[in-house]
Protein backbone atom coordinates (compact mmCIF):
# COMPACT_ATOMS: atom_id res chain seq x y z
CA UNK A 1 0.00 0.00 0.00
CA UNK A 2 1.93 3.39 -1.06
CA UNK A 3 -0.49 5.44 1.61
CA UNK A 4 -3.09 3.22 4.27
CA UNK A 5 -6.69 4.02 3.94
CA UNK A 6 -8.90 2.39 6.75
CA UNK A 7 -11.97 2.74 4.31
CA UNK A 8 -10.61 1.29 1.88
CA UNK A 9 -8.71 -1.63 4.09
CA UNK A 10 -12.01 -4.19 3.22
CA UNK A 11 -11.02 -4.71 -0.41
CA UNK A 12 -7.72 -5.97 0.49
CA UNK A 13 -9.56 -9.26 1.91
CA UNK A 14 -11.33 -11.34 -0.71
CA UNK A 15 -13.32 -13.25 2.29
CA UNK A 16 -15.04 -9.91 3.36
CA UNK A 17 -16.70 -10.18 -0.09
CA UNK A 18 -19.00 -13.10 1.44
CA UNK A 19 -21.66 -12.37 3.77
CA UNK A 20 -20.05 -14.03 6.48
CA UNK A 21 -19.02 -10.88 9.46
CA UNK A 22 -15.77 -12.11 10.66
CA UNK A 23 -15.89 -11.26 14.94
CA UNK A 24 -13.52 -14.54 15.76
CA UNK A 25 -10.48 -12.74 14.55
CA UNK A 26 -8.87 -13.14 17.77
CA UNK A 27 -8.44 -16.83 17.22
CA UNK A 28 -6.83 -15.83 13.65
CA UNK A 29 -7.60 -13.16 11.13
CA UNK A 30 -8.58 -12.98 7.55
CA UNK A 31 -5.54 -13.07 5.09
CA UNK A 32 -4.24 -10.58 2.93
CA UNK A 33 -5.28 -11.02 -0.69
CA UNK A 34 -1.79 -9.93 -1.36
CA UNK A 35 -0.57 -12.65 1.05
CA UNK A 36 -2.91 -15.05 -0.56
CA UNK A 37 -1.13 -13.91 -4.38
CA UNK A 38 2.31 -14.48 -3.21
CA UNK A 39 1.76 -17.62 -1.60
CA UNK A 40 0.21 -19.09 -5.26
CA UNK A 41 3.15 -17.39 -6.55
CA UNK A 42 5.76 -18.49 -4.54
CA UNK A 43 4.49 -22.46 -5.07
CA UNK A 44 3.83 -21.74 -8.58
CA UNK A 45 7.21 -20.47 -9.78
CA UNK A 46 9.80 -20.45 -7.02
CA UNK A 47 9.41 -23.58 -5.36
CA UNK A 48 13.00 -25.32 -4.78
CA UNK A 49 15.35 -26.40 -2.13
CA UNK A 50 17.41 -23.64 -0.58
CA UNK A 51 21.17 -23.38 -1.18
CA UNK A 52 21.38 -24.01 -4.64
CA UNK A 53 22.97 -21.75 -7.42
CA UNK A 54 20.96 -22.06 -10.34
CA UNK A 55 17.89 -19.23 -11.40
CA UNK A 56 15.13 -20.94 -10.04
CA UNK A 57 16.53 -21.02 -6.70
CA UNK A 58 18.72 -18.14 -5.95
CA UNK A 59 15.18 -16.45 -6.72
CA UNK A 60 13.58 -18.58 -3.99
CA UNK A 61 16.45 -17.40 -1.73
CA UNK A 62 15.95 -13.98 -1.86
CA UNK A 63 12.27 -14.10 -1.57
CA UNK A 64 13.22 -16.02 1.77
CA UNK A 65 15.39 -13.83 3.07
CA UNK A 66 13.06 -11.02 2.54
CA UNK A 67 10.08 -12.38 4.46
CA UNK A 68 13.08 -13.05 7.36
CA UNK A 69 14.49 -9.27 6.75
CA UNK A 70 10.52 -8.06 6.63
CA UNK A 71 10.08 -9.95 9.86
CA UNK A 72 12.52 -8.24 11.61
CA UNK A 73 11.66 -4.96 10.35
CA UNK A 74 8.09 -4.88 11.65
CA UNK A 75 9.47 -5.48 15.19
CA UNK A 76 12.37 -2.95 15.28
CA UNK A 77 14.92 -6.24 14.94
CA UNK A 78 17.58 -7.25 13.30
CA UNK A 79 17.52 -10.44 11.30
CA UNK A 80 19.81 -12.26 13.45
CA UNK A 81 17.88 -11.87 16.70
CA UNK A 82 14.65 -13.32 15.22
CA UNK A 83 13.64 -17.34 14.28
CA UNK A 84 10.33 -18.10 12.20
CA UNK A 85 8.53 -21.06 12.87
CA UNK A 86 5.68 -22.62 12.57
CA UNK A 87 3.76 -21.45 15.67
CA UNK A 88 3.98 -19.61 18.93
CA UNK A 89 3.37 -22.74 20.78
CA UNK A 90 5.84 -24.17 18.94
CA UNK A 91 8.59 -21.09 19.56
CA UNK A 92 7.67 -21.22 23.19
CA UNK A 93 8.53 -25.03 23.52
CA UNK A 94 11.43 -24.69 21.17
CA UNK A 95 13.01 -22.52 23.29
CA UNK A 96 11.96 -23.59 26.69
CA UNK A 97 14.34 -26.86 25.38
CA UNK A 98 17.31 -24.35 24.88
CA UNK A 99 17.40 -22.61 28.64
CA UNK A 100 19.58 -24.28 30.97
CA UNK A 101 19.65 -22.57 34.39
CA UNK A 102 21.01 -23.51 37.97
CA UNK A 103 19.08 -26.11 39.95
CA UNK A 104 16.83 -24.44 42.02
CA UNK A 105 16.74 -20.97 40.32
CA UNK A 106 13.01 -19.36 39.96
CA UNK A 107 10.72 -18.70 37.24
CA UNK A 108 8.12 -16.64 37.85
CA UNK A 109 4.96 -17.82 35.19
CA UNK A 110 1.75 -15.08 34.59
CA UNK A 111 -1.67 -17.12 35.20
CA UNK A 112 -3.36 -14.83 32.82
CA UNK A 113 -1.47 -16.59 29.74
CA UNK A 114 -2.04 -18.73 26.62
CA UNK A 115 -1.17 -21.87 27.81
CA UNK A 116 1.43 -21.59 25.03
CA UNK A 117 3.52 -19.36 27.12
CA UNK A 118 2.41 -21.21 30.86
CA UNK A 119 3.07 -25.09 29.71
CA UNK A 120 6.80 -24.92 28.56
CA UNK A 121 7.84 -23.33 31.48
CA UNK A 122 6.13 -25.36 33.98
CA UNK A 123 7.72 -28.81 31.98
CA UNK A 124 11.03 -26.99 32.33
CA UNK A 125 10.67 -26.33 35.84
CA UNK A 126 10.07 -30.33 36.29
CA UNK A 127 12.84 -30.82 34.01
CA UNK A 128 15.80 -28.69 35.81
CA UNK A 129 14.43 -28.48 39.29
CA UNK A 130 13.20 -25.05 39.32
CA UNK A 131 11.07 -23.11 41.82
CA UNK A 132 7.61 -22.09 40.01
CA UNK A 133 5.86 -18.84 41.52
CA UNK A 134 2.98 -18.28 39.80
CA UNK A 135 2.11 -14.52 39.33
CA UNK A 136 -1.51 -13.97 39.69
CA UNK A 137 -2.76 -10.55 39.59
CA UNK A 138 -4.22 -8.73 42.86
CA UNK A 139 -6.83 -7.35 41.25
CA UNK A 140 -9.64 -9.73 40.91
CA UNK A 141 -12.10 -8.18 38.96
CA UNK A 142 -10.06 -7.04 36.23
CA UNK A 143 -7.25 -8.96 36.42
CA UNK A 144 -4.52 -7.24 35.65
CA UNK A 145 -0.04 -7.95 35.33
CA UNK A 146 1.19 -4.78 37.11
CA UNK A 147 5.06 -4.46 37.75
CA UNK A 148 4.58 -3.37 41.12
CA UNK A 149 3.47 -6.97 41.69
CA UNK A 150 6.77 -7.79 40.90
CA UNK A 151 8.19 -6.56 44.10
CA UNK A 152 7.02 -9.62 46.24
CA UNK A 153 7.90 -12.34 43.49
CA UNK A 154 11.55 -11.32 42.20
CA UNK A 155 14.73 -12.55 44.21
CA UNK A 156 18.37 -12.34 43.29
CA UNK A 157 17.66 -16.69 42.12
CA UNK A 158 15.05 -15.49 39.80
CA UNK A 159 16.38 -16.21 36.36
CA UNK A 160 12.78 -16.40 34.24
CA UNK A 161 9.85 -14.30 34.17
CA UNK A 162 6.76 -14.88 31.68
CA UNK A 163 3.71 -13.07 30.59
CA UNK A 164 1.34 -12.01 27.90
CA UNK A 165 0.93 -8.29 26.62
CA UNK A 166 -2.41 -8.71 26.03
CA UNK A 167 -4.49 -11.11 27.46
CA UNK A 168 -6.74 -13.13 25.20
CA UNK A 169 -9.85 -13.23 27.04
CA UNK A 170 -9.44 -10.00 28.93
CA UNK A 171 -8.26 -8.00 26.16
CA UNK A 172 -6.01 -5.85 28.87
CA UNK A 173 -3.31 -4.07 27.82
CA UNK A 174 -0.01 -5.06 30.20
CA UNK A 175 2.39 -2.46 30.62
CA UNK A 176 5.50 -4.39 29.21
CA UNK A 177 7.84 -1.70 29.43
CA UNK A 178 7.93 -0.74 32.82
CA UNK A 179 7.72 -5.03 33.36
CA UNK A 180 10.80 -5.58 31.86
CA UNK A 181 12.50 -2.55 34.05
CA UNK A 182 11.67 -4.26 37.08
CA UNK A 183 12.66 -8.17 36.31
CA UNK A 184 16.13 -6.72 34.89
CA UNK A 185 16.49 -4.85 38.18
CA UNK A 186 17.61 -8.78 39.26
CA UNK A 187 21.12 -9.07 37.23
CA UNK A 188 20.70 -11.61 34.24
CA UNK A 189 16.89 -12.17 34.67
CA UNK A 190 15.16 -12.57 31.65
CA UNK A 191 11.21 -11.80 30.44
CA UNK A 192 9.58 -13.55 27.87
CA UNK A 193 6.57 -12.11 26.50
CA UNK A 194 3.46 -13.18 24.29
CA UNK A 195 2.02 -10.80 21.78
CA UNK A 196 -0.32 -13.58 19.89
CA UNK A 197 -2.94 -11.09 20.98
CA UNK A 198 -1.63 -7.24 20.91
CA UNK A 199 0.15 -8.23 17.82
CA UNK A 200 -2.70 -7.17 15.56
CA UNK A 201 -3.76 -4.41 17.12
CA UNK A 202 -0.87 -2.02 18.06
CA UNK A 203 2.50 -1.14 16.31
CA UNK A 204 5.73 -3.37 17.89
CA UNK A 205 9.24 -2.40 18.67
CA UNK A 206 11.05 -4.86 20.94
CA UNK A 207 13.81 -2.23 21.25
CA UNK A 208 11.55 0.47 22.87
CA UNK A 209 9.52 -2.44 25.06
CA UNK A 210 12.83 -4.09 26.52
CA UNK A 211 12.04 -7.53 26.50
CA UNK A 212 14.36 -10.55 26.08
CA UNK A 213 11.90 -13.09 23.96
CA UNK A 214 8.88 -11.93 22.28
CA UNK A 215 6.29 -13.93 19.90
CA UNK A 216 3.31 -13.66 18.07
CA UNK A 217 1.85 -15.79 15.02
CA UNK A 218 0.75 -13.61 11.29
CA UNK A 219 -1.81 -15.64 11.22
CA UNK A 220 -3.51 -13.24 13.59
CA UNK A 221 -1.97 -10.23 12.20
CA UNK A 222 -3.74 -11.05 8.26
CA UNK A 223 -1.12 -13.01 7.37
CA UNK A 224 0.36 -17.06 6.73
CA UNK A 225 0.21 -19.55 9.62
CA UNK A 226 3.55 -18.90 10.61
CA UNK A 227 5.12 -17.58 14.17
CA UNK A 228 8.08 -14.77 14.49
CA UNK A 229 9.94 -15.40 18.15
CA UNK A 230 12.71 -12.31 19.06
CA UNK A 231 15.51 -12.63 21.32
CA UNK A 232 17.79 -9.82 22.88
CA UNK A 233 21.17 -10.16 23.05
CA UNK A 234 20.72 -11.44 26.41
CA UNK A 235 17.92 -13.66 25.24
CA UNK A 236 20.36 -15.27 22.27
CA UNK A 237 23.00 -15.83 24.65
CA UNK A 238 20.98 -17.12 26.67
CA UNK A 239 19.36 -19.71 24.28
CA UNK A 240 21.45 -23.23 23.54
CA UNK A 241 21.75 -24.28 19.81
CA UNK A 242 18.91 -27.34 19.35
CA UNK A 243 20.56 -27.27 15.86
CA UNK A 244 22.33 -29.96 14.13
CA UNK A 245 26.15 -30.28 15.78
CA UNK A 246 27.75 -29.38 12.23
CA UNK A 247 25.96 -25.97 11.54
CA UNK A 248 26.79 -22.67 12.96
CA UNK A 249 25.02 -21.35 15.79
CA UNK A 250 25.41 -17.73 15.86
CA UNK A 251 21.84 -16.37 15.20
CA UNK A 252 18.52 -17.08 16.73
CA UNK A 253 17.54 -19.05 13.34
CA UNK A 254 20.73 -21.32 13.50
CA UNK A 255 19.90 -22.14 17.61
CA UNK A 256 16.08 -22.92 17.41
CA UNK A 257 15.03 -22.95 13.58
CA UNK A 258 14.88 -26.13 13.04
CA UNK A 259 14.10 -26.38 9.42
CA UNK A 260 10.46 -25.20 10.92
CA UNK A 261 9.99 -22.03 8.15
CA UNK A 262 7.72 -23.31 5.52
CA UNK A 263 9.22 -21.25 2.96
CA UNK A 264 6.09 -20.05 0.71
CA UNK A 265 4.82 -18.77 4.10
CA UNK A 266 8.20 -16.75 5.10
CA UNK A 267 8.12 -15.70 1.61
CA UNK A 268 4.44 -14.02 2.42
CA UNK A 269 5.30 -12.08 5.47
CA UNK A 270 6.77 -8.64 3.09
CA UNK A 271 3.10 -8.68 1.76
CA UNK A 272 1.82 -7.80 5.36
CA UNK A 273 4.50 -5.34 6.47
CA UNK A 274 4.19 -3.91 2.95
CA UNK A 275 -0.02 -3.49 3.96
CA UNK A 276 0.96 -0.93 6.49
CA UNK A 277 2.22 1.65 4.19
CA UNK A 278 5.21 3.39 4.04
CA UNK A 279 4.29 5.27 7.18
CA UNK A 280 3.32 2.01 9.51
CA UNK A 281 3.07 4.70 12.61
CA UNK A 282 0.22 6.24 10.98
CA UNK A 283 -0.88 3.42 9.96
CA UNK A 284 -1.27 1.79 13.20
CA UNK A 285 -2.62 4.90 14.34
CA UNK A 286 -5.76 4.63 12.44
CA UNK A 287 -5.93 1.32 13.11
CA UNK A 288 -6.34 2.19 16.88
CA UNK A 289 -8.50 4.86 16.34
CA UNK A 290 -10.70 2.09 14.33
CA UNK A 291 -10.91 -0.64 16.86
CA UNK A 292 -11.55 2.00 19.44
CA UNK A 293 -14.90 3.10 17.94
CA UNK A 294 -15.54 -0.81 17.67
CA UNK A 295 -14.34 -1.73 21.46
CA UNK A 296 -16.73 1.46 22.38
CA UNK A 297 -19.95 0.31 20.62
CA UNK A 298 -20.08 -3.05 22.30
CA UNK A 299 -18.70 -2.27 25.35
CA UNK A 300 -21.38 0.73 25.75
CA UNK A 301 -23.87 -1.62 25.03
CA UNK A 302 -22.87 -4.64 27.55
CA UNK A 303 -22.68 -2.16 30.16
CA UNK A 304 -25.74 -0.75 29.93
CA UNK A 305 -26.92 -4.35 30.40
CA UNK A 306 -27.74 -6.04 33.44
CA UNK A 307 -27.96 -9.51 32.67
CA UNK A 308 -24.26 -9.19 31.14
CA UNK A 309 -20.95 -9.58 32.92
CA UNK A 310 -17.91 -8.95 31.30
CA UNK A 311 -14.85 -10.78 31.78
CA UNK A 312 -12.25 -8.06 31.94
CA UNK A 313 -11.63 -4.11 31.51
CA UNK A 314 -15.10 -2.57 31.28
CA UNK A 315 -13.26 0.56 30.18
CA UNK A 316 -13.53 1.21 26.41
CA UNK A 317 -9.98 3.45 26.11
CA UNK A 318 -8.08 1.99 23.88
CA UNK A 319 -4.74 3.04 25.79
CA UNK A 320 -5.87 0.37 28.37
CA UNK A 321 -7.15 -2.71 26.54
CA UNK A 322 -7.54 -4.16 22.42
CA UNK A 323 -10.89 -4.70 20.96
CA UNK A 324 -11.40 -8.22 22.08
CA UNK A 325 -14.14 -8.49 24.24
CA UNK A 326 -15.38 -11.43 26.41
CA UNK A 327 -18.25 -11.86 28.57
CA UNK A 328 -21.21 -14.24 30.63
CA UNK A 329 -25.15 -13.82 29.84
CA UNK A 330 -27.01 -14.38 32.88
CA UNK A 331 -29.02 -18.17 32.65
CA UNK A 332 -27.51 -18.97 29.40
CA UNK A 333 -24.57 -21.01 29.24
CA UNK A 334 -21.67 -19.65 26.78
CA UNK A 335 -22.19 -22.43 24.50
CA UNK A 336 -25.84 -22.14 24.29
CA UNK A 337 -25.61 -18.43 23.57
CA UNK A 338 -23.56 -18.68 20.79
CA UNK A 339 -25.49 -21.03 19.10
CA UNK A 340 -28.61 -18.94 19.58
CA UNK A 341 -26.69 -16.29 17.57
CA UNK A 342 -25.80 -18.56 15.56
CA UNK A 343 -29.13 -19.47 14.80
CA UNK A 344 -30.77 -15.78 14.78
CA UNK A 345 -27.83 -14.66 12.28
CA UNK A 346 -27.97 -17.61 10.06
CA UNK A 347 -24.36 -18.23 10.37
CA UNK A 348 -23.78 -15.39 9.20
CA UNK A 349 -22.34 -13.56 12.23
CA UNK A 350 -19.28 -15.25 13.97
CA UNK A 351 -18.81 -15.23 17.41
CA UNK A 352 -17.44 -18.04 20.04
CA UNK A 353 -17.48 -19.47 22.99
CA UNK A 354 -14.83 -21.50 25.08
CA UNK A 355 -11.72 -21.16 26.93
CA UNK A 356 -9.48 -19.86 23.99
CA UNK A 357 -6.47 -21.83 25.59
CA UNK A 358 -6.33 -19.41 29.05
CA UNK A 359 -7.75 -22.24 31.13
CA UNK A 360 -5.76 -21.69 34.13
CA UNK A 361 -7.62 -17.74 33.90
CA UNK A 362 -10.69 -18.74 33.52
CA UNK A 363 -11.11 -21.31 36.13
CA UNK A 364 -8.65 -20.27 38.99
CA UNK A 365 -9.75 -17.04 39.05
CA UNK A 366 -12.83 -16.56 37.33
CA UNK A 367 -14.33 -20.05 39.22
CA UNK A 368 -15.30 -20.60 35.43
CA UNK A 369 -15.41 -24.04 34.14
CA UNK A 370 -15.27 -25.41 30.52
CA UNK A 371 -18.20 -23.48 29.28
CA UNK A 372 -16.06 -20.41 29.56
CA UNK A 373 -17.11 -17.44 28.15
CA UNK A 374 -18.58 -15.70 25.04
CA UNK A 375 -16.33 -14.05 23.16
CA UNK A 376 -16.58 -11.02 20.25
CA UNK A 377 -12.86 -9.97 18.84
CA UNK A 378 -12.64 -7.19 15.98
CA UNK A 379 -9.98 -5.88 13.57
CA UNK A 380 -9.62 -2.92 12.14
CA UNK A 381 -11.36 -4.36 8.93
CA UNK A 382 -14.60 -5.01 10.76
CA UNK A 383 -17.24 -1.59 10.89
CA UNK A 384 -19.58 -0.20 13.28
CA UNK A 385 -22.54 -1.11 11.21
CA UNK A 386 -21.24 -5.16 11.88
CA UNK A 387 -21.26 -4.58 15.59
CA UNK A 388 -24.66 -3.06 15.55
CA UNK A 389 -26.08 -5.80 13.95
CA UNK A 390 -24.21 -7.95 16.39
CA UNK A 391 -25.93 -5.63 19.61
CA UNK A 392 -29.53 -6.19 17.59
CA UNK A 393 -28.96 -10.29 18.01
CA UNK A 394 -28.54 -9.54 21.16
CA UNK A 395 -31.45 -7.58 21.94
CA UNK A 396 -33.24 -10.06 19.51
CA UNK A 397 -32.24 -12.82 21.82
CA UNK A 398 -32.44 -11.35 25.48
CA UNK A 399 -35.07 -8.14 25.06
CA UNK A 400 -34.24 -4.58 25.20
CA UNK A 401 -33.53 -3.02 28.41
Known amino acids: MADFDIEKSR ?11 YFDN ?5 ALNSVVQSINDYLSNTNVQMGSTYAVGLKSEALFNAGFEAAARHINASVDEIVLGSSTTQNFRNLSFSLDFPEGSEIIVSKVDHEANIAPWVSLAARQKLTLKW ?3 KTKENPTLEASDLKDLLTEKTVLVTCTHASNILGTIHDIQAIADAVHTIPGALLCVDAVAYAPHRQINVKALGVDFYCFSWYKVYGPHISVLYASRAGLDAVHSLGHYFNPSNTLTDKL ?3 GASYELVAAIP ?18 KREAELQSTLLTYLNSRSD ?11 RKRVSTVSFLVRDWK ?4 VEKVDEVSKGEVGIRWGGFYSVRLLEELFG ?11 VHYNTVDEVKWLIAIFDQILGKE
Open 334 to 337: SKDF
Open 26 to 30: AGGSQ
Open 257 to 259: GLA
Open 271 to 288: AVVDYFSANPSRAWAAIE
Open 368 to 378: LEKDGVVRASF
Open 11 to 21: AEFPALSQSQV
Open 308 to 318: VTIIGSRDTDS
Open 135 to 137: WIP
